[in-house]
């Protein structure tokens, strides 16, 4: 019935599109600009494509859009980190770190905003609702027009636009507009000028919902043919037998010769392929570890302050004081037994480790300022100031980078309002073909000086953006050597240097694009000197023919510099944002510092030798995260050797990089960089391992944190939360019985060979144990259901799941007429099934005891 529903729904959506969008594309032929849409990945725009087609339900497509999402965000962030200690008790922060979800993936609880507003809709009202927001954009746009300009359409009120007159090129523009606002509104949060209202959506959630919108518009404007799907299914698959579970598995615990031999036996595409999928698993890896430490942290300092019967960090002196003191008459080993002793430790060191915390965030007058010891435990910046564009501690590179992208940003808005209002001016010469001769002149001539003069003012914004352009590349390559290596071992400097260069180089492309407009502006002008010279009727109609094909060309023009400008405005704010992370990263290691010199200072025997500190500890980060981010940069510099079109763009790289660029290639300089992506790929794996034991170790902290004692901090799950999670894993099961459903159609593929391609991410359950993250979000999905509900889960497995499965080999075609070999390939898939849903009970049974919320 829910398949039903979605392909009934995605009938709709195409009723939608072809009455709203098809029949009012402008017709421009061959002129017509090339649209850019959204800007997700490959692997999140078929799985838009898959939910759009009612192949997987919302849920599912919510996660695995916010899974793969977060890559990107992890390198210019929407949103500052906000696990805060009531997320402790909340649930989804805790669960989604212990399965492998990251925190900002809310694809199966309830209260996800993005999954209430996207995709627990039809696609048809999504599409509905992103044109209604689309028109709105425009009519917005129209207020600020020309009054020549706000005579399209069918008289809306107010100069605005119906939806029914929209053009594709509107939609696009309106949309793609929609999402730079959202980044801009992150950068202001990140900085600390604009703060989150309750109940209000992420900027990042904004920003996806405009990137979805826009992916739907575009699959209904280019079409979504069922071959197209099936490449689209292709790919996915071709993608996911690049790295998987399996391949982490058997690459973990491996020496070096053998990883160095392996290598050497791949060739180069396929080591590039596959050093780009472990990289990004490399990146969720480091990613979980950070959330995974953060968290435990909160429940360590948490914890302490539950053992003394306190709230939380909220509690004054006094409290804290009473607390200890009535807690320690009531639990002394003198008062309550020799066996107390344990207990009374306990206490003590609560004591101490909250006194400790509470001294690190007094102020300079030795006072503890009110919600200061909250702020910092919660992995918050301190509030902001009221006056200026940011907070006043904030980096001045990062200050004036910040600026020059929000100043980008209002000319690239200003670009896009004269692209809305040339479409008009088309329109409305179109609308003067059919006036009388002179009359028509009249009308082309006042639209061109119309158009003349915006594209001058467009001009002037394309320099401004320029300039723009160039102080942030120039403010990042300042915050850079300010930083150091440091900014490598963060996420946000990935490639921040090399985004730098790209910055100039879409900068300069802006200034000859103005120079392209400013051109055009003085061709229009001379025209209308001509054309004003003409009396007979001929020349009269032979001028208006001109002007209004001058006013076409001016349109596509003016629509490709605003996707320009848009394109620019959203590096920089890009930027913009790495930066800002960058620097609050900075300030809380500063502050960091400044509070263990103050520990160390009132307790001295407790100070740690300044030896003992590793080179990658002081800076911040582990030497596993340094070789994570490293060998990213030198996979960009590998790739970039082998496409110097792509090199020359992106200056900043290494010597060695740009001195391939210079040289012509040869036969050695193909061995050479294979032997630098074999090294790499060894790296790779090797930090892999690494950081796996790391993040495996954590999960076992966390849990038993959570666990432990009276169970105060075991996070509380609402049944509508539960009952989303477990709707999420219905909706992948029935996906995956789908799959093999279709696979077992084809008499070419063996019965585990359906199994194998279809469950993968179900059967990487029981590696759960030994790989720390499971390369799949839908693993993931099937690990947050086990530590909400193991018992439920399990029956699920060997219930209704288990019955679908076995009634799959009913489809199976009678591919051999021997009755013997068919009863033979019948019990090989019984046995498989068997195989496959049997130890998954087992195994989840097996961490019952580690499962939370059960």
């Given at each position: 019935?829910?398949?039903?529903?979605?392909?009934?729904?995605?009938?709709?959506?195409?009723?939608?599109?072809?009455?709203?969008?098809?029949?009012?594309?402008?017709?421009?032929?061959?002129?017509?600009?090339?649209?850019?849409?959204?800007?997700?990945?490959?692997?999140?725009?078929?799985?838009?494509?898959?939910?759009?087609?009612?192949?997987?339900?919302?849920?599912?497509?919510?996660?695995?859009?916010?899974?793969?999402?977060?890559?990107?965000?992890?390198?210019?962030?929407?949103?500052?980190?906000?696990?805060?200690?009531?997320?402790?008790?909340?649930?989804?922060?805790?669960?989604?770190?212990?399965?492998?979800?990251?925190?900002?993936?809310?694809?199966?609880?309830?209260?996800?905003?993005?999954?209430?507003?996207?995709?627990?809709?039809?696609?048809?009202?999504?599409?509905?609702?992103?044109?209604?927001?689309?028109?709105?954009?425009?009519?917005?746009?129209?207020?600020?027009?020309?009054?020549?300009?706000?005579?399209?359409?069918?008289?809306?009120?107010?100069?605005?636009?119906?939806?029914?007159?929209?053009?594709?090129?509107?939609?696009?523009?309106?949309?793609?507009?929609?999402?730079?606002?959202?980044?801009?509104?992150?950068?202001?949060?990140?900085?600390?000028?604009?703060?989150?209202?309750?109940?209000?959506?992420?900027?990042?959630?904004?920003?996806?919902?405009?990137?979805?919108?826009?992916?739907?518009?575009?699959?209904?404007?280019?079409?979504?043919?069922?071959?197209?799907?099936?490449?689209?299914?292709?790919?996915?698959?071709?993608?996911?037998?690049?790295?998987?579970?399996?391949?982490?598995?058997?690459?973990?615990?491996?020496?070096?010769?053998?990883?160095?031999?392996?290598?050497?036996?791949?060739?180069?595409?396929?080591?590039?392929?596959?050093?780009?999928?472990?990289?990004?698993?490399?990146?969720?890896?480091?990613?979980?570890?950070?959330?995974?430490?953060?968290?435990?942290?909160?429940?360590e300092e948490c914890d302490s302050y539950l053992i003394l019967g306190l709230e939380g960090p909220d509690a004054t002196d006094e409290e804290v004081k009473k607390a200890y003191r009535t807690l320690a008459r009531k639990e002394h080993p003198d008062k309550a037994g020799v066996d107390n002793k344990e207990r009374f430790q306990e206490i003590q060191q609560a004591y101490s480790a909250v006194l400790r915390r509470r001294m690190s965030s007094r102020g300079p007058d030795g006072q503890l300022g009110a919600g200061a010891e909250a702020a910092a435990l919660l992995g918050q910046a301190p509030a902001p100031k009221e006056e200026g564009l940011v907070e006043d501690d904030v980096a001045p590179s990062t200050k004036e980078a910040a600026g020059s992208a929000a100043e980008a940003r209002t000319a690239a808005d200003a670009m896009a309002v004269f692209a809305h209002?040339?479409?008009?001016?088309?329109?409305?010469?179109?609308?003067?073909?059919?006036?009388?001769?002179?009359?028509?002149?009249?009308?082309?001539?006042?639209?061109?000086?119309?158009?003349?003069?915006?594209?001058?003012?467009?001009?002037?914004?394309?320099?401004?953006?320029?300039?723009?352009?160039?102080?942030?590349?120039?403010?990042?390559?300042?915050?850079?050597?300010?930083?150091?290596?440091?900014?490598?071992?963060?996420?946000?400097?990935?490639?921040?240097?090399?985004?730098?260069?790209?910055?100039?180089?879409?900068?300069?492309?802006?200034?000859?694009?103005?120079?392209?407009?400013?051109?055009?502006?003085?061709?229009?002008?001379?025209?209308?000197?001509?054309?004003?010279?003409?009396?007979?009727?001929?020349?009269?109609?032979?001028?208006?023919?001109?002007?209004?094909?001058?006013?076409?060309?001016?349109?596509?023009?003016?629509?490709?510099?605003?996707?320009?400008?848009?394109?620019?405005?959203?590096?920089?704010?890009?930027?913009?944002?790495?930066l800002a992370v960058l620097d609050r990263a900075h300030r809380a290691q500063q502050a960091e510092r400044e509070a263990e010199k103050a520990r160390q200072a009132e307790s001295p025997r407790q100070a740690r030798p300044a030896g003992n500190v590793p080179a990658a500890a002081a800076r911040g980060a582990t030497p596993e995260a340094e070789s994570a981010l490293e060998t990213r940069g030198q996979s960009e510099e590998g790739d970039a050797a082998d496409r110097p079109d792509k090199a020359e763009s992106a200056p900043g790289k290494t010597d060695s990089a740009s001195d391939s660029d210079k040289s012509p290639r040869s036969a050695g300089d193909g061995d050479d960089a294979k032997v630098q992506q074999a090294s790499l790929r060894v790296r790779h794996l090797q930090c892999m391992g690494s950081l796996n034991e790391e993040v495996l170790a954590l999960q076992?902290?966390?849990?038993?944190?959570?666990?432990?004692?009276?169970?105060?901090?075991?996070?509380?799950?609402?049944?509508?939360?539960?009952?989303?999670?477990?709707?999420?894993?219905?909706?992948?099961?029935?996906?995956?019985?789908?799959?093999?459903?279709?696979?077992?159609?084809?008499?070419?593929?063996?019965?585990?060979?359906?199994?194998?391609?279809?469950?993968?991410?179900?059967?990487?359950?029981?590696?759960?144990?030994?790989?720390?993250?499971?390369?799949?979000?839908?693993?993931?999905?099937?690990?947050?259901?086990?530590?909400?509900?193991?018992?439920?889960?399990?029956?699920?497995?060997?219930?209704?799941?288990?019955?679908?499965?076995?009634?799959?080999?009913?489809?199976?075609?009678?591919?051999?007429?021997?009755?013997?070999?068919?009863?033979?390939?019948?019990?090989?898939?019984?046995?498989?099934?068997?195989?496959?849903?049997?130890?998954?009970?087992?195994?989840?049974?097996?961490?019952?005891?580690?499962?939370?919320?059960?």
């Open positions: 019935a829910e398949a039903a529903r979605r392909r009934a729904s995605a009938a709709d959506a195409d009723s939608i599109g072809s009455s709203l969008l098809k029949l009012t594309r402008p017709k421009t032929g061959d002129q017509a600009p090339r649209l850019e849409w959204s800007s997700l990945s490959s692997k999140a725009r078929r799985t838009v494509h898959q939910w759009f087609s009612g192949h997987i339900g919302g849920r599912h497509c919510s996660m695995l859009l916010e899974h793969d999402a977060a890559i990107s965000l992890f390198i210019s962030p929407l949103d500052p980190d906000e696990v805060r200690l009531s997320d402790l008790r909340g649930g989804g922060v805790v669960l989604n770190a212990l399965s492998g979800l990251s925190a900002e993936v809310r694809g199966g609880w309830e209260s996800g905003w993005l999954h209430a507003e996207v995709f627990s809709k039809p696609p048809a009202q999504v599409l509905e609702e992103a044109l209604f927001a689309a028109t709105a954009d425009t009519s917005a746009s129209f207020a600020d027009a020309p009054d020549a300009c706000r005579r399209q359409g069918d008289g809306a009120a107010g100069g605005g636009v119906k939806r029914e007159a929209l053009t594709v090129d509107q939609v696009n523009l309106s949309l793609r507009r929609r999402a730079m606002q959202a980044q801009a509104q992150g950068l202001l949060t990140l900085l600390g000028k604009a703060e989150a209202r309750k109940g209000a959506p992420r900027c990042s959630e904004e920003f996806l919902r405009s990137q979805v919108w826009l992916e739907l518009a575009r699959l209904q404007v280019e079409g979504h043919t069922p071959e197209a799907f099936q490449d689209s299914r292709r790919e996915a698959a071709s993608e996911k037998s690049i790295w998987d579970d399996h391949r982490v598995l058997s690459q973990l615990g491996k020496p070096e010769a053998e990883l160095m031999s392996e290598s050497k036996k791949m060739s180069l595409d396929a080591l590039k392929t596959q050093n780009r999928s472990i990289e990004a698993y490399l990146m969720r890896l480091v990613r979980q570890r950070d959330q995974l430490k953060h968290i435990a942290k909160l429940a209002s040339s479409f008009a001016l088309r329109l409305r010469s179109a609308e003067a073909r059919a006036f009388p001769k002179r009359a028509s002149l009249r009308e082309m001539q006042t639209l061109t000086r119309i158009s003349a003069g915006q594209l001058r003012q467009g001009a002037h914004h394309l320099r401004s953006i320029r300039d723009c352009a160039m102080r942030v590349a120039a403010c990042t390559e300042t915050a850079l050597a300010e930083y150091g290596d440091w900014a490598d071992t963060l996420m946000a400097g990935a490639g921040l240097k090399d985004r730098a260069g790209i910055m100039k180089n879409v900068g300069e492309s802006c200034a000859t694009t103005a120079e392209h407009l400013e051109k055009m502006s003085e061709q229009d002008e001379a025209t209308l000197l001509k054309i004003e010279r003409a009396t007979s009727e001929v020349d009269i109609a032979a001028g208006a023919r001109l002007l209004a094909d001058s006013l076409a060309r001016t349109a596509l023009v003016v629509r490709c510099a605003a996707d320009e400008a848009i394109g620019t405005a959203t590096a920089a704010l890009e930027i913009g944002c790495s076992t902290k966390l849990r038993q944190l959570i666990g432990r004692g009276d169970s105060a901090l075991l996070p509380t799950v609402a049944t509508s939360e539960k009952g989303g999670v477990f709707d999420l894993v219905a909706q992948l099961l029935q996906a995956s019985l789908a799959e093999a459903a279709k696979l077992a159609a084809d008499a070419a593929i063996s019965s585990r060979q359906v199994l194998e391609k279809s469950f993968s991410f179900a059967l990487a359950l029981e590696h759960a144990q030994t790989v720390a993250l499971p390369s799949e979000a839908n693993t993931q999905a099937l690990k947050l259901a086990a530590l909400l509900d193991v018992d439920l889960l399990c029956e699920i497995i060997d219930g209704p799941f288990k019955r679908r499965l076995l009634g799959i080999e009913k489809s199976r075609p009678a591919m051999l007429r021997e009755r013997e070999r068919m009863q033979q390939v019948n019990m090989e898939f019984s046995d498989a099934a068997r195989d496959l849903t049997a130890p998954l009970p087992r195994s989840l049974q097996a961490r019952r005891s580690a499962s939370i919320g059960a």
